[in-house]
Structures are given as C-alpha cells and as structure tokens.
C-alpha cells in the first residue's frame, strides 16, 4: 500500500512537472514580440507542423535522424569516444532496465514464470553497465578535469541519484539468494531512490533524455524558413535540451577571456541555467543576469556552439534572441558594441524598419545619456572631477599614449566615419582628434558623450597614421567600455566588470 502510494505521488509529480515544462514551450518565448503568437496559435501550429512531417517525404529524415543520432548517438561519438560510451552504456542499460524491470509486471513476468525466483544476470549486467557509464562520468567531471567542464548542483544530485538507484539495485540481487532481510533494506532504498528520480526527472538534468531527442528531430525537418511560431516553441524547448556537456564552452572562441579573467559565466553553457530561468520571468538576481549579458556581450557569433552542440540547440539564433529580449525587456542596453550590431545588419532584410530600428537606439541613448553636456551651451568646467578622471579610468599603457597627441588632425582626415558626412561634427560631435584631445584635458563628458565614439567602424586607420604613435581607436574601445560600464552601473574601471569588452 505504501509503496503503491509512493508510485501515485511520484507519477503525479512527474506528471504536473511535464506538463508545466511543456506548457512553457508555448507560453514562453525570446526575442522580438509579436502578440498574435498567443500558446493556441503555437500548439495549433506545432500541431499542423507534426502533422505536415509525418504525412511527407521528411518522414524519412525523421526516421534517419532517430536511427543514427538519436539510437546510436553518432554525432556524439565523432566528437569523443569516451563520451559517446558513456553516454551509451548508461543510456543502454537504462532503457533495458526500464522495460524489463521498472515495468516488469506488464513485461517480463508473463514471459518467464520463474523471473523472481532466480539471480538474474541481465539486471546485473544492466546494472554493471550504468556503473561503467557513471564511473566515467565521475572520471571525467573530477578526475580528467576536461577544461571548462564545470560541475553545477543540477549535475552532482543527478549522478548520486544515478549511483544510489544503480548500487542499490546491484545489492539487491546479489543478496536475493542470500539474505531476506538484506534484500528488503536494499529494495526499499533502491524503491525510494527511483520515486525520487520519477518525481524529480521533469525538474533535473535529466528532463534532456525526453528533450534531446525531440531538439534533434525537430531541427533535421526545421529551417529559417519554418513556421515562425514554431520556430519560437522550438526555441524554448532547446533550452531544456541542455544537458549541460559544456561542449559548446571548450569550442567558444571568447572562452580563452574566462580562463584569463576566471569568470565562468562568460561560457556558453553556463548561461543556459540561467536563461532557462530568464526566459519564465523568474528572479534571477544580478548575478543571473550579469552571467548572461557578459556572455553575450563578448560573444562574436562565431557560430561554433552550435555546430558542436550534440543536442542540435541552435544557439546562435537562441543569442540574437536573448540580445533582443534584454533590449526589449531594459535589462541589457549597451549591447551596441558587440558584434550584435553587424549580426543585426545582416538581419535587417527579415525585421521591418522599426523593428530595426528601435533596439539601437534605445541602446544609444542609454549610453549617451549620462554625458549629457554635448546637448547643452554650458561651458565646459575644468574641474577637479574631470582632472581626476585621467588617474582613475584606466587609462595605462597603450591607452594612456593620449598625451603625446599635438592635435595634427591626421586621425581626423583619415577617419572613414568623419569622410561620410558634409558636415561631421554636426553628425558626430567631436572628431577623433578632438575626442583625444578633450583626453588630455582630462574632460570625459566629452569624451565619452560625443556621438563619434559610438558610430567608429574600429577600423585603426587612425591609429596607424598617428605620428605620435597615440593608440587612438585603442582608447576610443577603453572609453566605450567605461560607458558601459557606467550604463551597466558598474564604478570600479578595475574591477572585473572590467573585463567586459
Ligand atoms: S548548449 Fe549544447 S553544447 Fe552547450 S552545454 Fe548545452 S547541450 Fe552541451
Ligand atoms: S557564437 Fe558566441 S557563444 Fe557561440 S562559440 Fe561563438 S563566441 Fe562562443
Ligand atoms: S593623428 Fe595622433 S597626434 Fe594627430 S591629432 Fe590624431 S591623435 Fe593627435
Ligand atoms: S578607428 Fe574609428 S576613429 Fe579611427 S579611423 Fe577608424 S572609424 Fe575613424
């Protein structure tokens, strides 16, 4: 009875979990808001799009796709052998174990009478197998130290759930023949520490075992040209595909940055947890969102997480996304140095003018804004605080070259920017050589409001026709990140806001 009991609770929690995962997959989405994609509209395109698949010749992508990445997991195994074992030897042997033990009453037993009487070596061996696979799990996350494998709670409680459910098992049937009394103890732990894992699967890590497949299958018959609801459902339901193998961190071309700064959270991988909690309007506190907006702020689109990703998440549309979202929503506005912008350029045919339009501005603004000077007559002040500014902004080394400036104009002349315009400092402001310039006076309302920092292509051309040697386009990204900083609320130039880039 209690047992039985224990079954319903834990069948009711896996079940309330499921559908809560899955209603988000509708409810939720990331990017440009378009209020007629209402959770019906999306289920009765989901629905239409299932549908469509399976009544075409895409029937058969589904069919290959299922056989080699999804069965046999090829894709895992060309990117590492000792990953793709383990993954199938656990993967295997709990498939085996699921039909042939968990649901052994429906299954087994009427097949072999005798099923309980004996010690059976397939549940050994199935066992054995999932030992292996978590032994080299354990190997790996503790013992090989890949780089940028992190560790996070979700993963450590899944693998002792895994070895509590499979040791426990294992004692059990070595003490059958043996000791009653033994066995009971092992059978109830082991009875316990399943219900667990059945009420907590919707919730952990590995939800992926249902999601990753599904990722993978909707992403071999889905393209940019797929219904755009959909399109947004799949994308919400990447983020439970996860599974957290930090693949995509040990290829991310920005992840040397985390090695030298030691901020984890710049990976991509990392930020997925947080995203997932982002993405349902969920308190993710300021360190939450610092993980995500660093990231993506460093990232250059370079597309890499996504070709190795083994779930087939498309994570460069997910980070265009999640950049327009924070936009969207005021949580990240000076996303405009980052590659965002040119990535944005290459979209702008797919979004209409406003659409286009309107996330860069605000971006803009935010980052002008608190150097308001430029917008009025008052004179400048030299003041003590604008003296103060040289020693404090950071502005060493090659950034601190600014005082060998004598205002000879070249950067100015050679400038691309400045050469566009009929009349450049009514578009831009200041001129390069007067945005250093206003350096030397130590004037930084100036420096860092004048539009020409903002709309510099950072092509160095300045900087290599310099005969002062100064490391003009050098100081206007030192000057840009301090904006940044400013907008982001950060004070401390040295501090590992800094970092950002
Ligand atoms: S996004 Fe893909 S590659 Fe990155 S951790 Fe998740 S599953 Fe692994
Ligand atoms: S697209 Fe961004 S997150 Fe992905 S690998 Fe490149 S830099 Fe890293
Ligand atoms: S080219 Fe060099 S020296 Fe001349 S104005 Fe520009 S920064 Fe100053
Ligand atoms: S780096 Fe910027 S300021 Fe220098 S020449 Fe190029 S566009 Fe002009």
């Known amino acids: 009875m209690l047992y039985t009991t224990l ?112 010690l059976n070596p397939f549940l050994l061996v199935a066992g054995c197998m999932v030992v292996a696979g978590l032994a080299i799990a354990f190997y790996r996350r503790f013992v090989q130290d890949v780089p940028r494998l992190k560790s996070n709670g979700n993963d450590i409680y899944t693998l002792i759930l895994l070895a509590v459910i499979l040791l426990s098992g294992i004692a059990m049937e070595l003490t059958k023949l043996q000791s009653y009394n033994h066995y009971q103890k092992f059978w109830d732990v082991h009875y316990l520490a399943c219900m667990v894992g059945l009420a907590y699967l919707p919730f952990s890590k590995m939800f992926h075992i249902l999601t990753t497949p599904l990722s993978l299958l909707a992403n071999a018959v889905m393209d940019r040209h797929s219904d755009p609801a959909n399109i947004k459902t799949r994308q919400i339901m990447e983020l439970d595909a996860c599974m957290h193998c930090t693949n995509c961190s040990k290829r991310c071309s920005v992840a040397v940055a985390a090695d030298s700064i030691g901020n984890i959270n710049i990976l991509p991988s990392e930020r997925m947890a947080a995203l997932k909690q982002y993405v349902a309007y969920k308190e993710i506190g300021a360190r939450g969102l610092a993980a995500i907006r660093q990231g993506i702020y460093l990232c250059t689109n370079c597309d890499r997480c996504t070709v190795i990703c083994p779930a087939g998440i498309n994570l460069r549309d997910l980070w265009f996304n999640v950049r327009e979202e924070m936009i969207r929503r005021g949580d990240s506005v000076p996303l405009m140095l980052t590659p965002f912008s040119f990535y944005r350029g290459l979209k702008r045919q797919e979004l209409n003018a406003e659409q286009y339009e309107r996330p860069l501005q605000k971006t803009e603004k935010a980052l002008t804004d608190p150097f308001a000077l430029l917008k009025t007559d008052t004179v400048v002040p030299l003041t003590a605080e604008n003296s103060a500014f040289k020693k404090t902004a950071g502005l060493a080394g090659r950034t601190g070259t600014y005082a060998y400036c004598f205002s000879c104009e070249n950067c100015s002349t050679v400038c691309p920017v400045v050469g566009n315009y009929e009349a450049p400092q009514q578009a831009l402001d200041l001129l390069p050589h007067q945005i250093i310039r206003s350096m030397g006076l130590g004037l930084k309302d100036l420096a860092m409001g004048s539009r020409m920092l903002w709309y510099c292509l950072t092509c160095y051309q300045c900087q290599e026709h310099c005969p002062q040697g100064v490391k003009v386009t050098d100081i206007f990204y030192e000057l840009k990140n301090l904006a940044v900083m400013q907008a982001n609320g950060s004070s401390a130039p040295n501090g590992s806001e800094r970092a950002v880039k």
Request: charged content about 15%; aromatic content about 16%.
């Open 7 to 118: 079954l319903y609770i834990a069948l009711a929690i896996f079940g309330i979990g499921l559908i809560y995962k899955v209603a988000g997959w509708f409810r939720f989405s990331l990017g440009i808001e378009d209020p007629a994609m209402t959770p019906a509209v999306r289920i009765r395109a989901a629905l239409k799009g299932v549908l469509s698949v399976l009544f075409s010749a895409k029937i058969l992508t589904l069919i290959r796709v299922f056989i080699t990445d999804v069965l046999f997991q090829n894709h895992i195994r060309k990117q590492d052998t000792l990953r793709w074992a383990m993954h199938m030897l656990i993967y295997a042997a709990f498939t085996f174990l699921f039909f042939l033990h968990a649901l052994d009453k429906v299954i087994v037993t009427s097949l072999f009478e005798k099923y309980y009487l004996a």
